[in-house]
């Protein structure tokens, strides 16, 4: 079964900085999906930003973008000149490709955006 | 314009009642999930449905019964409920083979509190 770990629980950021938050996932499978989602305090899940696995190229929205190292099963997010709409819990998550359709989640980590 | 909308966004009930939650997609997508999210913000899945046929069953007690009438929405039922039933209930749902690389679309959540 594929699992997902976030070891950063908190993290703090002062406004306008860059703040990286981390991930690791474990699987088999070659093919698959990773994902970034925001959660703030409003409770909605939003996407982030999405990275297929076959892509060698990192994916970037805007402020957000990942370092996708897939030999090393690493997937961290950044975050460039973070604003204080940025304050909420980050999850990482994992979907195969096909089959089971189902999002596997991280623990998250709860980053606040200091002024 | 909500793309997955759930019914009612709270509800607190006492123990040994019977509650539904309702959620409706209007992304045309042929999946759609239910998750839990914790007390301690852990995120995992339910039930999953394509199509209305049900493909994902991840150890829930029977008392949850999820119905999908059509593609377009999901619900779920709570029988006798207990205090630790309490947690955010969130509808989605997503689009196999559409590119979008299984990316799953949140409700909003349904905060479900058991006195």
């Known amino acids: 079964a594929q699992t997902v770990t976030q070891s950063q629980p908190e993290m703090s950021v002062q406004e306008a900085e860059t703040v990286t938050l981390s991930c690791t996932y474990d699987?088999?499978?070659?093919?698959?999906?990773l994902f970034w989602y925001k959660q703030p305090p409003s409770r909605q899940m939003i996407l982030v930003i999405r990275?297929?696995?076959?892509?060698?190229q990192n994916a970037t929205e805007n402020r957000f973008s990942v370092n996708f190292q897939k030999a090393a099963k690493s997937f961290s997010l950044k975050i460039s000149d973070s604003q204080l709409g940025d304050t909420a819990m980050y999850f990482c998550?994992?979907?195969?490709?096909?089959?089971?359709?189902?999002?596997?989640f991280g623990k998250g980590t709860k980053l606040t955006v200091n002024p | 314009d909500t793309a997955v909308s759930q019914t009612p966004k709270y509800l607190v009930t006492q123990m040994g009642n019977d509650k539904s939650i309702k959620c409706e997609q209007n992304l045309g997508h042929d999946t759609m999930y239910w998750y839990k999210q914790d007390s301690k913000k852990f995120l995992k899945i339910m039930f999953s449905y394509n199509n209305k046929e049900l493909i994902i069953n991840e150890t829930v007690p029977n008392r949850f019964s999820p119905k999908s009438p059509d593609k377009a929405h999901l619900n779920l039922h709570i029988n006798s409920l207990e205090l630790g039933d309490s947690a955010v209930y969130f509808c989605?749902?997503?689009?196999?083979?559409?590119?979008?690389?299984?990316?799953?679309?949140f409700g909003e959540g349904s905060w479900l509190t058991v006195v």
């Open positions: 998550a994992f979907a195969s490709q096909g089959g089971s359709e189902k999002l596997v």
């Open positions: 989605a749902s997503s689009q196999r083979d559409r590119g979008t690389g299984n990316t799953i679309y």
């Open positions: 699987t088999s499978e070659s093919n698959y999906y």
């Open positions: 990275q297929e696995a076959y892509k060698q």
